[in-house]
Structures are given as C-alpha cells and as structure tokens.
C-alpha cells in the first residue's frame, strides 16, 4: 500500500508525530510549503506540467484528483509561465485547501484520523497516525535510502524535500545519528547520477526549500 501513497502525503506522514499525533514542531510552520512543493512535483510526474527556467510551463489539465484540479486551474488561469517559488507562495495562500485534500485522502484511507482539539475558544482538528504500521514501515524505508544509498527516482524525489522540511528532527532524534544523516543526504544527493526528469524536480524541490527558509524566517521575526 505505501507504493500508491502519493508524495505529498508521504511527506505528511512523516510530519506526524507517531504517539501524540499533530505534526512534530520542527516541521509545523514547514509544513505547508512543503505540501505545495509536492503537489507541483505530483503534477510534474502526472505530465500535467513541466518546468523550465525554474518556470512552470502547463501540458496540459487532465487529472482526476480534486486537489491537482484546484491547482492546475490556478496555473492554467495564469496569463505567463510564473516562477516556481511565485507558485509555492501562492499557493500558500490556499495552504488550508491544500491541507485538507491530503488530509481527506489518508483518512479514506483509514492512515490517519483527523481528532478534534480545544484550548479555551479555540477549536481544531489534529492528525493522528491509525495505520501505525505502514507509517514505520515507510520511516525505516527512508532511514534505509539515506544511509545506504539509493537509484531509485522516486525515491531521491521523495529524499531532496526531507532537509527542506526539518524532518530529519522526526526521523533522527538523536543528534549525533541527524548530523550523520544530513551528511549522507547531501552526498546522496549530489553525487547521484540521474535523469534528466529527476534532476529538474531536485531543482524545483530547493526552490521550495528556499521558499520555506525565507518564509519561516519572515515568521520568526513577527
């Protein structure tokens, strides 16, 4: 099952934090960059898009996921291909449509389930894992890639957005074992041959990174 799980919501997973639920506090103000990042790497590997000069070029709109939809008419109601990083902010702005499409998904998947939450006057709804299995199945398998390597392209696509995310605190708590990780992440990274695909959505992925880094930087300071 965790082969048709998209990457977006891979990547939620793994914001989770296993036992208490809600997304673990080095990735929560990433979170949502991090969400649109993926969706537009989605759309690239659906054929729905492609970049070029780090602009998003539209193919074409077919796709049967209502999120992609949602997007892909933003995109497609653009006058001129925009910058990725004019994208990733922009969507931001529709963060919390974004959100509860991946979050509507794994929980028809019975995933996760949304709980619901108060303090004071204010009310939310949390993630919380169900299938605890499938989840540490797939943090193993990413400790694993770093470590020992991998070939696979959708597996470094899933890779190049872990450092961007700060989700080597949820999968390395220690942080002697984080230091370890991060380095072999970059050398995986670097020194991997791949297509010429792939190579295109690493690149967009640090535009995405570089987008979070401005962004949470911006948050900090208010």
Known sequence: MENSIPLSQKLYLLGIHPEKGGIVSSSYSAMNFLLSGAMLLELFKNGNIKFKDKRVVLIHTKTNNATHKFLLDKISAAKSPRRISSWINRFNMSNKKIREGVQKELSEKRIIRMQAKQFLFFKWESPAIMNKSLVYHLVDNVKEQIFRGTSVEEELILLSFIRPGKLLY?????????????????????????????????????????????????????
């Open 170 to 222: 949820r999968l390395y708590p220690d942080r002697q074992k984080r230091h370890e990780a991060d380095k072999k992440l970059k050398n995986l990274l670097v020194d991997n041959p791949v297509s010429k695909s792939v190579e295109e959505a690493i690149q967009a992925a640090q535009v995405v990174a570089a987008s979070i880094a401005v962004n949470t930087a911006v948050s900090a300071t208010h």
